[in-house]
Each structure stands twice: as structure tokens, then as C-alpha cells.
């Protein structure tokens, strides 16, 4: 299996959204919610993962709602280090001396940690709120 990554493209939203549907545990964002910035995994030219970057007027950049195909079975854990490494270049490229991720998942956790994250393993809580 071939992977590669490339920076996402607003029209891969319509793969991306019919993923999170697959996934019953998890409620996609909104379109406003999502930044422009991104990566996506490809195995023989098919998308399999997606991830948004969060760019800050600070040194930071957020690499957040990393999100798979749920039929894509192979690989999976070379993807997913392949994303997170790949954001982590364009997040370098871009000028930016920190990534912060927010994640619940475990295996998401234990890739982060066995590519060099410091993971804070004490419980968190994402707060939001919409303002009108």
C-alpha cells in the first residue's frame, strides 16, 4: 500500500462529513467550525485520514478532529503517524514552534506519545460556545 499526504482541499469536506456519519460516537463539526488548514492521508490515491490545523496569532498551532475512513482497514497505524507527522511539517513550515492536540481516543493518545508528544494523562474537558 502506497500512502501519501497533501494538504486538504475544502471539497474533500464531502468525504470527510460521510465519515464522521460512519462513526456513531462522534457529531461532526460545522463548516465554520473547521479551519481552512489540513492534512489528508491517501493509500493508492483514496483518501483514509484527515486532519484540521488551527492556526494562533501566538507560536502554537492546533492539529485537531483527526478523523478516518471507518472501511479502511490497512495500515491504520502507519496513516495516522503519517498525518500527525505531516502536520507537524507544515505546522514547522509555517513558522510555528508549538502543536497542541485535544483527544480522548487511546490509540490517538498512544500515537501522539510514541512520536514525542508530552500527553498530560489527567481527564479533560473540550468547552465550547457558540456566540451569536
Not at 20 to 46: H, I, M, Q, R, Y
Request: aromatic content about 12%; charged content about 30%.
Amino acid at each position: 500500500m502506497e500512502l501519501n499526504i497533501r494538504k486538504l482541499k475544502q471539497s474533500d469536506l464531502t468525504f470527510i462529513k460521510e465519515w464522521w456519519k460512519a462513526w456513531p460516537e462522534w457529531t461532526a463539526p460545522a463548516n465554520d467550525f473547521l479551519p481552512d488548514t489540513g492534512v489528508v492521508v491517501e493509500s493508492n490515491n483514496k483518501p483514509v485520514f484527515a486532519g484540521f490545523i488551527y492556526l494562533t496569532n501566538a507560536k502554537v498551532a492546533l492539529l485537531e478532529w483527526i478523523i478516518s475512513d471507518p472501511e479502511y482497514k490497512d495500515n491504520r497505524k502507519e496513516a495516522l503517524e503519517l498525518l500527525i507527522t505531516g502536520a507537524e511539517d507544515i505546522i514547522k513550515e509555517l513558522g510555528y514552534k508549538y502543536s497542541f492536540s485535544i483527544c480522548r481516543h487511546k490509540s490517538l493518545v498512544e500515537t501522539h506519545r510514541k512520536l514525542g508528544w508530552v500527553v498530560d494523562d489527567k481527564p479533560s474537558h473540550e468547552l465550547v460556545k457558540i456566540l451569536k
